[in-house]
């Protein structure tokens, strides 16, 4: 797997132009064996201690902010669900 780092990022972001204009990165598309490890650790725990997120991610292969979003839109879509019953 290449790892590609952009050159400039702020906040999750891509600028690109000198105007400021905010360039998204590309939504991350995670493998099978990812989500499989991902959903298998939200049903033990829904949050992640920073040396468990750490942990993680070395082991998938992704970055901790990549963790601590799918995480956090787990479990917003987690709740959402147990809202609606």
Known sequence: QEHEKPLAVAN??????GKGKKLRKP???YSSLQLQALNQRFQQTQYLALPERAELAAQLGLTQTQVKIWFQNKRSKYKKIMKQG
């Open 12 to 17: 999750g972001e891509l600028r690109l132009n």
């Open 27 to 29: 939504r991350t598309i």
